[in-house]
Structures are given as C-alpha cells and as structure tokens.
C-alpha cells in the first residue's frame, strides 16, 4: 500500500526568531519537521508495513528547496518525497496551500491513502487537510486517534470530546491525525545515512500546472493585519487546606464540567 | 527532575573551527562522513539522550542497582533506555565497518559519549566499558576472536567489561594474582577474584565479555607476568549462540558515593567448580601473547583516559544547564540597579554571574580539549602523511594525561558551584544539583587517579623526544598569540583578542619557566619532580584550556568580520568571543599562582616522620 504523507518544515519553534516586516515567520533559516507531522509519518510506515509493502512518500511546500525537515522524516524510513519550493508561495494562505499540495499529491502515481496532522504548529488554521480532500474529491475522515486498513477501507476512530467515532470509507482517502494514533519513532544512524540518498523531487508552482500569480500573497485573499502575543498563562488557583480542601476542589472540578 | 538540551551549537563549533571535522571528512575512511551528516547525526542522537536517557538519571541515583542471587538489576528505565541506543544503531556510529561500525570519525563518537554522559553517566558507563573491551579485541585479538566477539560488541547486543583492579592490586596492577592455567585445547582456566569491576553483572545485554588480566603460573612478577584474557559469560558456540554458563559470578556490588546506578562489582573467577568436564576455573582465551597484557592495556590507555575525562565533560555541561535554569527563576533579594522594591532573579546579581561564567567558561574548555583530543587520535590513526601523522600521536600522548585530570578535576569544581548557585536546596538531594558532584568525584580517582596523571606527565611525557615534544606544544601556543595580535606592542592592546593574547602569552611564560624547572631539577632527582607533578599537570592545563579558548575567540571574531552572521549565530560567536575573555582574565591567571608551589620541589614533603604526621 502506498501511502502519501503532507508534512510541514517549520521554523524550530523553540528559537522561532523574529517576524518578517509583512508579520510572516522568518523561513530563511533551517527548518526543521513539525513534530506533528511524525505521527502522521509513522503511521504510514506502520500501515505501509503491515499492509507487506508499499511507499511512503512525503509532499512538502517550503522557501528555498529545504529539505532538513524532510530528511528527518526520510530517516525515519519514508522512500522519498516531493518538495514544492518556490519564491511565488510566500505569503500562502491555507486555500492555496491546499490547491498547491493537492496538485503535489497528483504527482505520485497509486497514492491509497493520504495522511496529514490534524494542523501545524506554527500556522494553526487547520484547515489544510479537508481543503486538500475537497480540491481531490476524496473522502476526508479528521482527528484519527486509530487508523487501520483492510480491504480498500480504512476504518478510523475519530476523537471527539467526549470519546471517538467509528468510522470507515473507501481507498483512497484522506485522513488526519492525532498526536494520540501512534508513538512516532526515532530515526536511526542507519536511517539517517540512507536519508541522504533518497529521491527528493523538487518542482515549483508552474511545474504542477498552476498559475504562480494565483498563489502566495498574490492569490490568499488575505492579509495579515497585526500581530500580537498570546496572552501569559493565569496564574493557577491556590486552595489552603483548612479542612475543607477537598470540598473546594471537588466545586473547582464541578466548575470546569469534568465531573 | 532538571531537563537536559544538547549543547547542539557549541558541538558543532568545536567539530568544526578547533577539532577540524573537515579535514578528517578527507581522511579515507572517513569520506561519508561529511559535515552535514555529522551534524545531522548528532542532532538526533541529542533528541534520543533528551528524551528518553535524561529523564532516567535522577532514579537511577536514588534507586541504584541491586544484586539479587546471581544477578544484578539496573533501575527501573535502563533497560528501555539501554534498548533505544542499541536499536538506533547509536553504539556501532565510531568503529570499523568491517565488524559492522558507523565508520565515524572518533571524535564523533565522542562527542555523543558527552551526551550519553550529560543524559546519564551511570548507564553510559556500560558502553564506555564495552568500547574498551573492543579495543583490546579490535588491537590485539586472533581473527577467530574477532570474529566471535567484535560483532556484537559493535552493535551493543553484547557488553563488555576490563578487569584488572584486585583488592591489594589497584595503581598497582602488577601485584594482581588472579590465575590462568593453559589447557591442552589451548583454552585457559581462571581463578581469583577481582573487584571494582564496572558493569560486571547486569540485564541490560544477554551476554557479557569480560576482559580479564591474569597471570600464568611462571610469569615472571609484576607488570611483565601479565596476560590478557577474553572470560565470556556464557561460553560461544559455533554457530554464535551462547552455550554453557561460565563460572564467573557476581559476588557483590559496592555502595557508592555517586554513579550509584553502575553496578561496580565484585567477581568471582573459578569459584563455583561447576564447569563439571571443563575442569575447574573459569573458561578464558588469551589475547594476542602471554605476559604481554601489559603493554596491550597501554594501547588502549589514550582512549579509555579521554573518554573519562568527557564524563566530566558531560556532568560539567549538565550542572551548567541546571543552574542558569535556576538562577534565571529564583527571585531573591534587589540586585544592583533594580528599581527601589523590586526584587531580582539571582542571575543578576554579580557573584551569581561571576559563577554562571566560571561554569561556562571551564565546560566550554573543556569541551575544546576532549574533542581537539579525538580529533588528534583520528589524524594520528589514519593521516597518510607519517610526519602528520607522527605529530598528532605525539601531541596524543602529551595530552593524555592533561585531558584526563583537567577535564576531571573541573568536573567536581563545575559540580560544586552548581550546588553553590542553587544555595541551600542545592544541599537538598531531591534539587539533584547533589548527584552530578557526587557522580563527578570518581572521575578524579578510577583510570588512574590525577596523581597517576601527574606521573604520567612529568615521568612518561615530558621526556618525550628529549622534550622536544613539549617543546612543540609550546610553539604552538606562542603561534596562537601572535594571530591574537597579543604579542604585538604597537596594537593598542584594548581589544578582546589582543587582551585574551597577552594573557595567554603570560600564562605560556608561566609554563615555559615551570617546565625549564622541571627538566632541571627534575632529571636530577625525579623525587623533586614527583614532589611538585600534581601543580605542574595543574599549570599545563589551564594554560593547554586558555590555548584552546584563544583559538576559540580567533574563530568566532572570523566568522563575526565574515558577514552575514545575525540573530541567534551572531549572538553565538559574540558569547564565544566574551566567554573566551573571561577565561583569558578571570581563569587562565591562576597559573601564575602555582609556579611558587611547583618551584617549592620536594623540601619538607619528608620532613616529617609518619607518626609526627598522625600527630
């Protein structure tokens, strides 16, 4: 079974440097592969596995034909990857992103499956996984917290806030999936050595057929206005026990619906 | 429980701009071995030793192993942690790919022995042993040994562990009595016992290969009637799988200061008689030739000498980490220039910074020399060119005994001021600021305790091609502060490069009129030297450690003048360059102070009688 996985190289998050001018995050530096993205990863190489064969191959967007992160991916057994690099997609918005990998994804040949994060660490709209499934008219199953393949199916348990749902639909599909579907592995010196010389085929926009002026900041639709930091975390609530502790926290619980 | 983030950035600095990775990258073995894949290498070794050894080191101090019956248990986490580094295919990156190694450069391996030091000292123990044991089979082993034993040794599948100290034979391994009797098939049988043996019994690997010193029936006495066995666990069978129980058995394991999760124990050789057909004694093939085991240990020495002093390295590097965490949290106390009633993060106040830097300063020198070592072990081994080749074994053998007791000896000072920054819950065990100074203090004593270094170096190293070896050393050191601008009088010698210069050509004037001193005095009357080795290692040292920081600054000052250096890089080279200073002022100074004890020689060291010294 051959199975596509959409990952992101992102900035390390933690020395992320400053904003550009156009309230953008610097790319210019090494980028490095969304820890999200490694669930996503090693879950195809589980199913590529157990299914007794089978690619998995990674698609990719990033500035100035990047490929740290996708090496880290490549380590840790992934066969090759496409990448997407080129000057016109500064500034993508999700829409376009989704239109640029969806083409992306077109380009391998017998793709069963598609995986992605449910969303990136840096850009957190979301967004990205189901718009891919719209502009392929594939199935779009979200939030897999359990993933399995049989016969042209794959059955997901999807997380939901009180539990998960059972669902299924045909091959080829589209999935995302949680930080919860599998314990992501570490590449090994090996993998890291056979990384180097596993195919990255790098394109820009015109390859994949589109238009490069209906991209990037040019064709998102959007602009980023201002940009402020996230509010400090509150400081915790502190309960002295005067013999009623327990009594406070059971009321604290009750408060947040937990109980 | 403190984290632990590989110091990725400052690895790559000194692989790159002081131990030279990309001339070795040109050496012939080591042509894969080409920057990026070097840094990509480590980087996710670094992840490995953060996430799943750092986390094991604080339970392992407060478990401990524990002998139970006939085995040893390793704290809860080492197995799962050991089983990680073996399956990443991590243990195999810096040996020969004939038996199935990474092919790595050495000082690639070392840098990752910093991490797994860092991560945990106690567990890299066992892979420190086992390194030995392959270089003592890799060296002098019959193809038969290899064969059997290289491979899973490599690969981490199988431990390995040296055996050499008894309880009346330890800096003096030539009184040991363990026995080896030759049988007819050419195998020996041993009997003795021996103790302090690291890693002796344990679960983390099925098999264990002790390498056992011992000695035949007409050897002649002391070190010249020492042989070198190879004592199984479990005896091989052709095919590679283990057979027989050996009757080598764990007797004991010692209660220790620190590295309280290594189990250091006692072996018993022969004891049982269980080896029913074999006879008594436990099974033992020699290595290479009898009473030669001496001089085999000497091979391995430079090696085994270094990767103690990276232990103290990489608790040095942990403690750092640790206590700026601290100092940039703990709020006490107004620090000069704070606003009226506003309290202060004790990183601002100016005796927490001076030790913040002091930490800094010693751990990044330390770093410099470990790895400007390796580096030189891996010229010396594989340089085509014999005169390269020749200098960097020399240069091997002069630092051997320096890295070992320098890196050691700051070791249990970074430790200290590590408890000292964190004030009283620093006393308190459950910080662990405790347990690195505990762990730290063995690193002085086991390999050859630092006075054993100081012999070394002033016995064995200074004589060196008639001195001409130190005197090497020391032109080197000069060449570094001409390009520091230091020996310049017309400069106006305000910059930090021209400041770190002629501190540095103070402190090689130091060392060029101490050393004048020991030849002279030395030669005549080696108790005079002896006498005064332990100050003289220390001034060599720190001077050898401020060389190594001059270099340091030049490289960081060139890549600033480069261009195009900004954010986090530039900020990296502009620390390098203030850091190097401090040590060129603040550090590198006190070797001044240690001519007058190394001038003082051997007068009144006898002068009182041993009951007078009992009072």
Redesign the interface.
């Known amino acids: 079974m051959n199975v596509v996985v959409c990952v992101k190289q992102i900035p390390d998050p933690a020395?992320p440097?400053?904003l550009e001018e156009d309230h953008t995050l610097k790319r210019d530096?090494k980028l490095i592969l969304d820890e999200s993205d490694s669930y996503g990863v090693e879950m195809a190489l589980q199913l590529a596995d157990a299914a007794g064969g089978g690619d998995v191959t990674l698609v990719s967007m990033a500035p100035n034909n990047e490929t740290s992160g996708l090496?880290?991916a490549l380590?840790m057994g992934a066969a090759k990857a496409v990448l997407v690099s080129d000057d016109a997609l500064s500034g993508a918005g999700a829409l376009d992103t989704a239109k640029v990998l969806a083409a992306a994804i077109k380009r391998v040949e017998g793709a069963d499956l598609i995986l992605a994060a449910t969303e990136s660490s840096d850009g957190y709209t979301g967004t990205v996984p189901e718009q891919i499934a719209a502009v392929l008219d594939l199935p779009s199953v979200t939030f897999a917290k359990h993933v399995e393949v049989a016969d042209g199916t794959v059955k997901v348990q999807r997380q939901t806030e009180s539990g998960f749902d059972e669902c299924e639909a045909p091959l080829p599909a589209l999935v995302s999936v949680t930080a919860g579907v599998v314990e992501p592995r570490?590449?090994?010196?090996?993998g890291?050595?056979a990384?180097?010389s596993k195919p990255v085929d790098q394109v820009t926009v015109a390859d994949l057929g589109l238009d490069p002026s209906a991209v990037g900041w040019a064709g998102a639709g959007q602009e980023i206005v201002d940009v402020s930091p996230a509010p400090e975390r509150q400081a915790g609530e502190v309960i002295e026990d005067e013999g009623d502790a327990h009594q406070k926290i059971v009321e604290f619980l009750d408060g947040l619906k937990v109980l | 429980m403190a984290d632990y983030t590989p110091p990725l950035r400052d690895i790559r600095f000194v692989l790159e701009h002081l131990a030279g990775l990309d001339d070795l990258a040109k050496l012939e073995p080591f042509g894969h071995a080409d920057a990026a894949s070097v840094f990509g290498v480590l980087a996710e070794f670094g992840r490995l030793m953060s996430e799943v050894w750092a986390p094991t080191n604080a339970v392992g101090d407060a478990e401990g192993s524990r002998h139970e019956g006939d085995e040893v248990r390793t704290p809860a986490g080492f197995r799962e942690a050991y089983r990680h580094y073996v399956a990443g295919g991590w243990p195999a990156v810096p040996f020969d790919v004939d038996y199935q190694g990474g092919g790595f450069p050495w000082v690639v391996g070392i840098a990752m022995q910093e991490m797994l030091n860092s991560a945990n000292m106690a567990l890299a123990m066992a892979p420190l042993l086992t390194q030995g044991a392959i270089d003592a089979i890799a060296f002098h082993g019959d193809e038969a040994q290899k064969e059997t034993f290289l491979r899973p040794m490599v690969t981490g599948a199988w431990s390995g562990t040296m055996n050499l100290t008894e309880p009346d034979a330890g800096s003096d391994v030539g009184a040991l009595r363990t026995r080896a009797v030759r049988q007819d098939d050419g195998t020996y049988r041993i009997t003795g016992q021996k103790v302090f043996i690291t890693f002796g019994e344990h679960d983390l690997t099925e098999q264990i290969v002790h390498l056992v010193l011992a000695r035949t029936p007409e050897a002649p006495p002391g070190t010249k009637g020492i042989s070198c066995f190879i004592v199984p666990k479990y005896l091989v069978e052709e095919d590679g799988s283990l057979g027989d129980r050996n009757d080598v058995h764990v007797v004991s394991i010692e209660h220790k200061m620190g590295i309280r999760a290594s189990p250091t124990c006692v072996l018993a050789f022969g004891e049982r008689g269980d080896g029913g057909a074999r006879g008594e004694g436990a099974v033992g093939y020699l290595i290479g030739e009898e009473h030669a085991g001496m001089r085999y240990m000497f091979t391995m020495m430079n090696n085994a000498r270094l990767g103690v002093g990276v232990e103290g390295l990489g608790l040095a590097e942990r403690a750092y980490q640790q206590a700026v965490a601290y100092a940039s949290e703990r709020v006490q106390g107004r620090a000069p220039g704070a606003s009226p009633g506003e309290s202060s993060t004790i990183i601002d106040h100016p005796d927490v910074r001076r030790m913040l830097l002091t930490m800094k300063a010693f751990t990044e020198a330390m770093r410099a020399m470990c790895y400007v070592q390796a580096a030189q072990i891996d010229v010396a081994k594989h340089h085509p060119d014999e005169a390269a080749a020749t200098e960097a074994r020399e240069l091997v053998e002069l630092l051997t005994p320096i890295v070992k007791s320098w890196c050691t000896d700051l070791a249990e000072t970074v430790t200290s001021i590590g408890i000292q920054v964190h004030g009283g819950v620093g006393y308190v065990e459950e910080t662990g600021a405790a347990q690195h100074y505990r762990d730290a203090k063995i690193t002085q004593i086991y390999e050859g305790t630092n006075g054993i270094q100081a012999m070394d170096l002033v016995g064995r190293k200074l004589p060196l091609r008639g001195g001409a070896v130190v005197r090497d050393q020391i032109s080197r050191m000069r060449a570094t502060v001409a390009e520091l601008g230091g020996g310049d009088p017309e400069g106006d010698g305000e910059g930090d490069l021209a400041v770190i210069g002629a501190r540095l050509a103070e402190a090689v004037s130091t060392l060029e009129a101490a050393t004048g001193w020991m030849f002279e005095h030395g030669v005549a009357d080696p108790v005079e030297a002896l006498s005064v080795a332990t100050p003289y290692q220390r001034l060599f040292a720190t001077t050898v450690g401020g060389w190594l920081m001059g270099r340091s600054a030049l490289a960081a000052r060139a890549a600033l003048d480069g261009g195009s250096v900004d954010g986090s890089e530039r900020s990296f080279f502009e620390a390098k360059v203030v850091t190097a200073r401090f040590f060129a002022e603040r550090l590198l100074p006190e070797v001044h102070g240690l001519v007058g004890p190394v001038m003082a020689g051997g007068r009144g060291l006898f002068a009182l009688t041993p009951a007078q010294l009992a009072r």
Not at chain 1, 186 to 190: A, E, G, I, T
């Open positions: 020395d440097g400053a530096g090496r880290t380590a570490y590449p090994s010196f090996k890291i050595m990384a180097k």
